[in-house]
């Protein structure tokens, strides 16, 4: 591997057999990637990343995996939400978070479960917010703090929350035949686990087709929800036929009338 060292594999890979014989979350092996800066492997050079290609990185998952199949899995929301941040137009919400990732912040079901991502996602959509031009505007007229978070504030920086939310069905999806083995639960993950061990492809077919259509209908309502939240991700209304022409007749007449007008004080 080019990053992460085979010390540290040998090390997942130990861990991962206590951490099933002891039925405990892999949070330790989490924090070591984290430390040996692989949750960052996405992030360019210049803010604390190693600017790796997305081929190059899906090769350190497949090591990784090698060693405990359970980390991509937890990582999937991180990755995920890297990726919609590498994706997003340049600024400073976009700027501040691959700052963040390329110190080792993690995203996603990977964190510790006693730390807020969604919040931390959250504040830096207010900070983002709060120092456009509208909210200038708005403090300039006397716009209250609450009213102007409130108002106009909160549902512009709901966007990356919503989206976090989407990918974390998924995890929800992915993670539920580790969880429910775990802990042995009966569900969706112990019907896949019987379903695999009897070889039983209509019921695993049944539910991999489940589960894609419950991500996909989740990130279309995420996609729906964002007009709703932000005018801005609207597009532009289109003008029908019979519009285009009453505007087009307007015109042509307030042309002519102006046109008249003149001549007739010319004369």
Do not use: C
């Amino acid at each position: 591997m080019t990053i992460t060292t085979t010390s540290l594999l040998d090390q997942i890979r130990a861990g991962a057999r206590a951490a099933e014989a002891d039925h405990r979350l892999p949070y330790t092996a989490v924090r070591a990637l984290q430390k040996s800066g692989f949750t960052a492997l996405r992030v360019p050079v210049e803010h604390g990343g190693a600017g790796l290609d997305f081929a190059t990185f899906v090769e350190e998952l497949v090591e990784l995996a090698r060693a405990d199949s359970n980390l991509p899995q937890l990582l999937r929301g991180h990755i995920g939400f890297v990726e919609l941040v590498l994706a997003s137009p340049d600024g400073p919400w976009r700027r501040r978070w691959l700052d963040d990732l390329g110190a080792g912040t993690l995203v996603g079901n990977a964190r510790h479960p006693g730390e807020r991502a969604l919040a931390e996602v959250l504040i830096a959509g207010l900070d983002h917010e709060s120092g456009q031009e509208y909210a200038a505007v708005a403090r300039s007229r006397g716009l209250g703090t609450t009213r102007l978070l409130t108002r106009h504030l909160l549902r512009p920086s709901s966007l990356p929350v919503v989206r976090v939310l989407a990918l974390t069905v998924g995890e929800l999806l992915a993670g539920a035949l580790i969880t429910e083995t775990i802990f042995g639960r009966a569900g969706i993950g112990s019907l896949v686990e019987s379903a695999v061990t009897t070889q039983d492809l209509p019921v695993l077919q049944a539910v991999v087709s489940l589960a894609a259509v419950v991500f996909v209908v989740v990130n279309l309502v995420a996609d729906l929800v964002y007009p709703l939240l932000d005018p801005r991700v609207r597009a532009p209304r289109t003008l029908s036929r019979k519009e285009s022409s009453r505007d087009l007749s307007k015109g042509l007449s307030r042309g002519l009338s102006k046109g008249l007008s003149r001549g007739l004080s010319e004369v």
